[in-house]
């Protein structure tokens, strides 16, 4: 099955976040991050399950330095919701999916 999740670069970040007319949610990720591993299937449920009313973006850090820099990333992983082109909340570390949803429902 194909993904939900949309993959995202300093090139496209514009366009695919910024540019959205649904809130997108951006998760800031390394490969070598075992909590950012661990959080990939839940992000993968909630780009499903919301489909139509939440995008889900992943935003490598080790590949988009200068973006993940412009993002301010203290700690991976990190969400940030964008509603509007303009930061909405952000979720540092690992959550479990009912904790994200809390978070993020009332932006939704």
Same mark, same amino acid.
């Given at each position: 099955?194909?993904?939900?999740?949309?993959?995202?670069?300093?090139?496209?970040? *514009?366009?695919?976040?910024?540019?959205?007319?649904?809130?997108?949610?951006?998760?800031?990720? %390394? %490969?070598?991050?075992?909590?950012?591993?661990?959080?990939?299937?839940?992000?993968?449920?909630?780009?499903?399950?919301?489909?139509? *009313?939440? *995008?889900?973006?992943?935003?490598?850090?080790?590949?988009?330095?200068?973006?993940?820099?412009?993002?301010?990333?203290?700690?991976?992983?990190?969400?940030?919701?964008?509603?509007?082109?303009?930061?909405?909340?952000?979720?540092?570390?690992?959550?479990?999916?009912?904790?994200?949803?809390?978070?993020?429902?009332?932006?939704?």
């Amino acid at each position: 099955m194909a993904s939900s999740v949309v993959i995202a670069t300093q090139t496209t970040f *514009k366009t695919e976040v910024l540019q959205s007319t649904q809130p997108v949610l951006v998760d800031v990720w %390394a %490969a070598w991050c075992n909590p950012c591993r661990m959080l990939a299937p839940i992000l993968e449920q909630l780009a499903t399950e919301q489909k139509g *009313k939440l *995008k889900v973006v992943k935003v490598n850090s080790d590949e988009n330095m200068s973006l993940a820099m412009e993002l301010e990333i203290m700690s991976l992983p990190t969400l940030i919701l964008f509603k509007h082109g303009k930061e909405a909340t952000r979720l540092v570390g690992l959550m479990s999916k009912p904790q994200i949803l809390s978070r993020l429902t009332p932006y939704l």
